[in-house]
Antibody, heavy 123, light 111 residues
């Protein structure tokens, strides 16, 4: 059974660069049937799609975040990561990683989620 | 890409049926059968309840069902139970520059 676990610093200062990692267990990140995704939720708000990466390194990003966003994958560690530069208080949120069906069912649905990691941007 | 439109809240009494709507456009809901629904309890991660418009993952109660007509998708919860009280989000594949479009979210309250 595939499980995802996010890890991150918890607190970063404004203008710094944030890095979060999602570790995949119980399955291989090189499974071509899935996109590996990041989603965030601002306090008391709805869900926002950040972007995803495929095992071959191909990515899609939310255009509103594209200038400060990078998603990478490390197949040797079965991990994928999010890097967000020049963070502000508006980036304070719970960040989730999730598995998104790509070329097999559940197509374009997120069937496995991490528990989420809270990020606070504050000086 | 604009978010899919959901009602802010829906409520019902135990045992009743309720429906949550999700309205999009020809670029997302109307154009593809890739609508999914998620349940989120406070402080918890979202859980997939419906995928590809009307399919239930293994382990999800058959009280949950999904459908679509034109640019609107719907989630119906029958035999409403206290444990169904949560936030619900729809998501659709989109041919726009944002391939996953989220709904605005609906708070379901069991009276």
């Amino acid at each position: 059974q595939v499980q995802l676990q996010e890890s991150g610093p918890g607190l970063v200062k404004p203008s710094q660069t944030l890095s979060l990692t999602c570790t995949v267990s119980g399955g291989s990140i090189t499974n071509g049937g899935y996109f590996w995704s990041w989603i965030r939720q601002h306090p008391g708000k709805g869900l926002e799609w950040i972007g995803y990466i495929y095992f071959d390194g191909g990515t899609r990003y939310n255009p509103s975040l594209k200038s400060q966003l990078s998603i990478s994958i490390d197949t040797s560690k079965n991990q994928f990561s999010l890097t967000l530069s020049s963070v502000t208080a508006a980036d304070t949120a719970v960040y989730y990683c999730a598995r998104l069906g790509a070329y097999s069912s559940p197509k374009y649905a997120m069937d496995v989620w991490g528990q989420g990691t809270t990020l606070t941007v504050s000086s | 890409q604009s978010a899919l439109t959901q009602p802010a809240s829906v409520s019902g009494s135990p045992g009743q049926s309720i429906t949550v709507s999700c309205t999009g456009t020809s670029s997302d809901v109307a154009g593809y059968n890739y609508v999914s629904w998620y349940q989120q309890h406070p402080g918890k991660a979202p859980k997939l309840m419906i995928y590809e418009v009307s399919n239930r993952p293994s382990g999800v109660s058959d009280r949950f069902s999904g459908s679509k007509s034109g640019n609107a998708a719907s989630l119906t919860i029958s035999g409403l139970q206290a444990e169904d009280e949560a936030d619900y989000y729809c998501v659709s594949y989109s041919s726009s520059n944002t391939p996953s479009v989220f709904g605005t979210g609906t708070r379901v309250t069991v009276l």
